[in-house]
């Protein structure tokens, strides 16, 4: 069993910018495919970004291309998403995914949750 813990959300004003962080509590993480999810009061899932075991792959969801950016670092268990220009819509709780894929969980499915951390874009 893998345990994901995730870390550095908060209270943003909008077009700001946060960093969160998911720890994995194996080394298995390190052939693994990661991501994040976010889910808002009253509505589903969904997807927010990917990455392969390598980095070399990456996806994201529309609404954050271009002002999100997903990374890792395997030599720390380590996966990062930095949001910047935040919006009142970015508000949600943040959820780290594992896959026990080599590519993104949006298409080798989610085998690991974190607890998820709480992001609130507001002025």
């Known amino acids: 069993q893998v345990l994901l813990v995730e870390s550095g959300g908060g209270l943003v004003q909008p077009g700001g910018s946060l960093r969160l962080s998911c720890a994995a509590s194996?080394?298995?993480?390190?052939?693994?495919?990661m991501g994040w999810f976010r889910q808002a009061p009253g509505k589903y899932r969904e997807f927010v970004a990917g990455?392969?075991?390598?980095?070399?792959?990456?996806d994201y969801a529309d609404s954050v291309k271009g002002r999100f950016t997903i990374s890792r670092d395997n030599a720390k268990n380590t996966v990062y998403l930095q949001m910047n220009s935040l919006k009142p819509e970015d508000t949600a709780v943040y959820y780290c995914?594992?896959?026990?894929?080599?590519?993104?969980?949006?298409?080798?499915?989610?085998?690991?949750w974190g607890q998820g951390t709480q992001v609130t874009v507001s002025s």
């Open positions: 990455i392969s075991w390598s980095g070399r792959r990456t």
């Open positions: 995914a594992g896959s026990r894929g080599d590519g993104s969980p949006k298409s080798f499915g989610v085998d690991y």
């Open positions: 194996q080394r298995t993480f390190r052939s693994s495919g």
